[in-house]
C-alpha cells in the first residue's frame, strides 16, 4: 500500500476535498496580513488586528456551532432516507437570528467600541458587522455541503474564499492602499461571493422532506455556541487581553496576531479533516457502529498530534525570522514565545477532535464544562503576576491542557459506563 492510500484510509473521507480549499483558504490568511502589514502603519495594523481576531473569534463562536448542528442533522437524514430542505429553512433562520443578535450591540455601540478597539474609527465597526453577516450565511451553506456529503463543493467554497481574499488584498497592496476598512472588506467580499458560486449544490441537494423539529437544532445549541466561543477566545484572546491590558503597545498587538497566526499554521490544516470527521462520527454514530466510531476518533488523535509536534517545531525554528520579513510586523518576538504558542496549538487541536467526540455521543454538556474550566485557567494565568507577553501565552498554552484533560476524563467516563454511540 502507497503513502497516499496509507493517509487516505487514515482520514475520515472527504479530507482531501476539503484539505484542498483549506490549504488556499490558510495561505489567504497569510497572505491577507502580509499585505495588511505592509501596507498599515503600526497603529492602523493593530486595529486590523484586533478586528481580525473579533471576526476569528466571536464570528466562528456564534456561526460555526450552526454549521455543526446542520451537518449532524442533515447526515442523519441522508443516513434515513429523508430529504434536507427543511434543516436549510430552519439553520438559516437561527443563523439570522444569531446575527441580529450581534448587529444591534454593534449599532447601539458603535461610537465607543470604535474608541477602545480601533483609534475611534467607526468604519471598521461598520466592517466588522460586514463580516458577521458573511459569516452568518456561509455555515450555514457548508453545514448542508458537509452533511450532504458533497465535500468537492465545500472545498470549492473555501478555496474561492481564499483565492478571492489572496486576489484583493494583493490589489490593495500593489495599489498603495493604506485603509483599514478597506483591507477589512475583504473579510465580507470573498466570503459571500464564495457562497453565491457554490450556492447551486446547496439548492440542488436540499430537497423536500418531513419537518425539521426546532428541538432537533437548537436543543444542544446553546451548549454548542458557549462551547464554541470560550473555543474561539482562548484561541484568540491573546491579542484583545493585550490591547486591553496595554492599550500603547501596539507593536507587541500587531505582532502577536501574526505569531499567533504562524503558530496556528496545523489549524489549517486541521481543519482539512476537521468537517469531515464531525460528519463521519455523526454517520456512525446515527448508523450505532460504535467500533467504527472509536476507531475514527482514535486515527484523528493520532493524527491531530502529530500534525501539531510538526507544525510547532517549524515555527519555533522560522517564526522569529518571518514575523518581520513576510508579515512587516515589529520584530519583538523569539523562539521562546513561538514555543509556547506551538505547545498550546497543539493541545488545543487535541481538544477540538475530543469535543467533536463528545459533540456526536451526546456530550455537550460535557464540552461546555470543560471549555468553562480551561476559561477560568486562561484568565487566572492572564491575571498573573508574570510579564505581560509571557501570561498571555503561557495562558493560552494552560487553559487548552485544562480543557483537553477535562474532555478526556469525561469521554472516558462516558466510554466506560456506556456505548459511546448510545
Known sequence: MSLLDRITTVLPRGTAFVGAGTAVLGVASYVHLAAAGHSLAVGDMASFSVLWTVVFSIGLGLFFPVEQEVTRLVAGRVVRGEGVLPVLRRGAVLSLGLLALVLVPLALF???????????????????????????????????????GCFRAYGTQLGLDGALRIVLSGALAVAGVRSTAAFAAVLTVAPLLAVLATLGPVLRGA??????????????????????????????????????????????????????????????????FQVSLLAGLSSAAAEGDTPGYRRLLLRALSVTAGLGVAGGIGAVALGPALLPTVFGAP????????????????????????????????????????????????????????????????????????????????????????????
Open 207 to 272: 430537497r423536500p422532506g418531513p419537518q425539521a423539529d426546532w428541538r432537533d437544532l437548537i436543543n444542544h445549541l446553546g451548549m454548542l455556541v458557549g462551547s464554541t466561543l470560550l473555543a474561539q477566545l482562548l484561541v484568540n484572546i491573546a491579542v484583545i487581553s493585550t490591547k486591553l491590558i496595554a492599550t500603547d503597545d501596539d507593536a507587541l498587538v500587531a505582532a502577536l496576531l501574526s505569531a499567533l497566526v504562524l503558530a496556528r499554521v496545523p489549524l489549517f490544516v486541521f481543519g482539512a
Open 110 to 148: 458603535a461610537r465607543r467600541l470604535a474608541d477602545v478597539f480601533f483609534h475611534g474609527d467607526t468604519g471598521l465597526v461598520l466592517a466588522l458587522g460586514g463580516a458577521f453577516a458573511a459569516l452568518a450565511v456561509a455555515y450555514v451553506t457548508r453545514g448542508v455541503l458537509a452533511g450532504l
Open 331 to 422: 520584530d519583538v518576538l523569539g523562539a521562546g514565545d513561538f514555543a509556547w504558542l506551538s505547545l498550546g496549538t497543539v493541545l488545543y487541536m487535541l481538544a477540538m477532535v475530543l469535543g467533536q467526540a463528545l459533540l456526536t455521543s451526546g456530550g455537550a454538556r460535557g464540552q461546555l464544562t470543560a471549555w468553562i474550566v480551561g476559561t477560568a485557567v486562561l484568565v487566572a494565568v492572564t491575571l498573573g503576576p508574570l510579564q505581560l507577553r509571557t501570561r498571555v501565552e503561557l495562558a493560552y498554552a494552560a487553559g487548552s491542557f485544562a480543557v483537553a484533560t477535562c474532555m478526556s476524563l469525561v469521554l472516558r467516563a462516558r466510554v466506560s459506563y456506556r456505548p459511546v454511540c448510545s
